[in-house]
């Protein structure tokens, strides 16, 4: 808490304020300087003149690094700073600084700072504690009259830079290495992405799906620019809570969409009579399609023995509406919504580029006539095509991942240096109450009865803390700190805060632009390699996980069947067990997860949100993930998670309804062929060109879980409610396994 004294309006001399200890201003019991503007004849709260445990009962001080700044246009003689006994004091040092007005001689201005900084020499060389001092705030200021009438002083806590680790932890990013990372990763995709356009080059003519138009595709980029801004142009906090909650809602409805969308799509195919395996392998994937979303309906709406129901039991829903609202709003926080959302933009347009190319590619292809070199062509550019497009895909994920690991590490190092601040407030508070009682001791008479006899209730809150963290306003830092601060003020008190806390001085907050130097440049090849291995790792993935489930759950169901006695096997029969085939299956099994599980540790994709905030590359920024991962205990809370489905319900929703209602109506003939192979095209580009938009959310999701596994204090401080949620799954996936 912080309280200010009566400053006396009778001019007085200088070097009386200095001798003068019955009058100086008194430090709080949590080292934070004291002085006040108010009027003498009302009586003053004020902790050193009031008792210690009374005063903090009636408002506790918060455990924050605070400056006070207090403008005095009317004083004629300013009082000076009385300095706490240093070498008692190991915590955080007290920086003052002093301005004087156009009255005061330059003769007693020098001499003034010349004694202060004579005592205060004396009483560095005398300190053996870890505190340190800087000088260079005591010099004098008497070389010239300043020329402003308005004076001000202030007083910092900051603390020691010894007491700062700087390699502990690599909560910000490092200097840009000098070699881009996974330079061969560029090399060669810079030289086989061109030949994805040799067929258009060798064979000129087109397959009948030339013919058809690119109405869809471009309908299908101008609706994901629109839905773009619902997403990612709400700013943080409270303020855009309405639109977060309106786009959590619509993937919600999206998800409700495909469990109707997705069966008249197969009923559509179905319908065409086309016969081939090629078509029928369509049909059976929409199917299963079909059935999966179902599922996961009915996983989402499940609430105990009920369907469909609302109230408190609506937990699933819930969980996954504040995860999505808390990825927005970190998203927000850490990027400027309006400079991202144009990045985006910018993206689905070299989207729609890529994909028209791979589309004129694809048809150039299917019109060779011999099948060796149609079938190879074809291979050629769905492998190619699939890379150019994922390119682009893994490049926005590249951004939002680094925004939002970024944030969390900000937050991270804030708490360690409140951290370190509280323990120095802790270890130093002794001192500083014997040096408060002395100064108090030293006072002529006793308290008077106005400080004695005045009610507590009588005086508000010296703070008044705001809903939220991390808001970025500068008015709010005004009124924490007591005093209404002019645009100038206010802009030099911002300026000065950056340097409060040790390493935030130092670092600026990476901004789009900052990740865009760095996506273009030293980290291009990790988001290629992440392109082309990102995808595969995460199916492989869920692959052996579900396997891995299914035998767990067949050998429980064995054991509870069939609890007989077995025979004990008298000698080495290892070598006929060996043979049989159910041995020789399981043992291929265990060499086909071992090699698995390391294919997925060095190609997972949840690495990007250390490529994008550390520089690394990209093997070795996903090896370190998943060991925070493994340690954290959520791999199978990332693997049952489905907000990354139903990011994706609202792309195959969108490209359904387009397929359905667009798509067929561009055909100039009635070739049931043509129409199924059109419907194919349109349904992939659709459902690509708005998987672009949302891989954004889907990617910050996914860092949301990093960054859980690296630090749970930063999520438990900016979202309670999903860490707490989080951990209680965490905790009960262990207990399953056990």
Not at 21 to 50: C, I, K, Q
Not at 53 to 77: N, S, V, W
Not at 254 to 278: E, Q
Request: hydrophobic share 40%; net charge negative; with cysteine.
């Amino acid at each position: 808490m912080s309280s200010f004294n009566s400053i006396p309006e009778e001019p007085m001399d200088l070097n009386e304020y200095v001798s003068n200890d019955e009058n100086s201003n008194e430090f709080s019991s949590d080292g934070d300087y004291e002085d006040d503007d108010s009027h003498s004849d009302v009586p003053f709260f004020a902790d050193a003149t009031l008792d210690l445990e009374e005063a903090q009962g009636i408002a506790p001080t918060p455990d924050l690094t605070l400056r006070q700044t207090l403008q005095t246009p009317d004083l004629k003689r300013l009082k000076s700073v009385e300095l706490p006994n240093i070498a008692s004091t190991p915590g955080p040092m007290l920086e003052s600084s002093m301005t004087t007005t156009n009255n005061l001689q330059h003769e007693t201005n020098q001499e003034a700072s010349e004694n202060l900084n004579q005592s205060l020499n004396e009483t560095l060389d005398s300190n053996t504690g870890d505190s340190q001092y800087s000088q260079e705030t005591m010099q004098s200021n008497g070389n010239g009259q300043q020329e402003a009438n308005n004076r001000s002083f202030t007083v910092n806590a900051i603390h020691g830079e010894n007491n700062i680790s700087y390699t502990n932890q690599p909560t910000y990013r490092p200097r840009p290495p000098r070699r881009p990372r996974d330079a061969k990763w560029t090399t060669t995709f810079l030289i086989v992405a061109p030949m994805l356009f040799l067929p258009s080059l060798f064979h000129s003519k087109s397959h009948t799906v030339y013919h058809s138009s690119n109405i869809p595709v471009f309908f299908a980029t101008i609706l994901a620019i629109f839905i773009a801004r619902i997403f990612y142009l709400s700013k943080g906090a409270g303020e855009g809570e309405d639109q977060r909650y309106l786009a959590s809602q619509l993937l919600i409805i999206a998800n409700m969409a495909t469990c109707f969308i997705l069966p008249l799509l197969t009923l559509t195919f179905y319908n065409l009579n086309v016969h081939g395996l090629f078509y029928d392998l369509i049909v059976i994937a929409l199917a299963y399609l079909t059935l999966r979303d179902i599922y996961l309906f009915a996983k989402i709406f499940r609430s105990g023995s009920s369907f469909l129901r609302e109230g408190v039991n609506d937990g699933e829903r819930a969980f996954y509406r504040m995860l999505v609202n808390a990825s927005l709003d970190i998203l927000s926080r850490s990027c400027r919504c309006q400079s991202f959302y144009r990045v985006v933009v910018v993206t689905l347009f070299f989207q729609w580029l890529v994909l028209v190319g791979i589309r004129k590619a694809w048809e150039a292809a299917m019109s060779y006539h011999t099948g060796f070199g149609q079938y190879f062509w074809v291979s050629v550019v769905c492998f190619l095509g699939y890379w150019a497009a994922s390119v682009q895909i893994r490049f926005l994920s590249y951004l939002a991942c680094g925004g939002v690991t970024s944030w969390f590490a900000q937050q991270s190092a804030l708490m360690e240096d409140m951290e370190i601040m509280r323990r120095q407030d802790r270890s130093g508070s002794v001192a500083r109450k014997e040096t408060m009682q002395s100064a108090i001791l030293n006072e002529n008479g006793s308290i008077s009865d106005a400080y004695r006899d005045v009610d507590a209730s009588a005086y508000s809150m010296g703070i008044e803390f705001d809903e939220g963290m991390d808001d970025d306003y500068g008015d709010d830092d005004g009124i924490m700190m007591g005093a209404i601060m002019s645009d100038s003020n206010e802009k030099q008190y911002l300026d000065e805060n950056d340097a409060t806390f040790g390493r935030l001085s130092n670092t600026n907050s990476p901004t789009v632009k900052a990740f865009l130097k760095t996506a273009l440049g030293i980290s291009f090849g990790s988001i290629v390699h992440c392109a082309l291995m990102g995808a595969a790792a995460n199916v492989l993935w869920s692959f052996v996980r579900s396997v891995d489930w299914i035998l767990a759950s067949s050998s429980r169901f064995a054991n509870r069947r069939f609890r007989t006695y077995q025979g004990m096997n008298i000698g080495d029969d290892s070598n006929s067990q060996r043979g049989t085939f159910r041995e020789r299956l399981r043992l291929k099994w265990q060499s086909f997860r071992i090699k698995s599980k390391t294919f997925v540790r060095n190609h997972n994709d949840l690495g990007l949100c250390h490529v994008a905030a550390y520089y690394k590359s990209y093997t070795r920024a996903a090896n370190d993930v998943l060991d925070l991962i493994n340690a954290s205990g959520i791999e199978s809370t990332i693997h049952e998670d489905i907000s990354v489905h139903m990011c994706a319900s609202i792309s195959k929703a969108i490209a359904g309804l387009i397929v359905i209602f667009i798509g067929q109506s561009a055909t100039p003939e009635n070739d049931h062929m043509i129409i199924c192979e059109i419907m194919v095209i349109t349904f992939i580009m659709v459902y690509i060109i708005v998987y672009t938009m949302m891989e954004p959310l889907k990617a910050s999701i996914k860092a949301v879980y990093v960054c859980f596994a690296q630090n749970h204090q930063s999520l438990s401080q900016a979202f309670p409610l999903v860490y707490h949620r989080l951990e209680r799954i965490s905790r009960e996936n262990e207990s399953n396994i056990v």
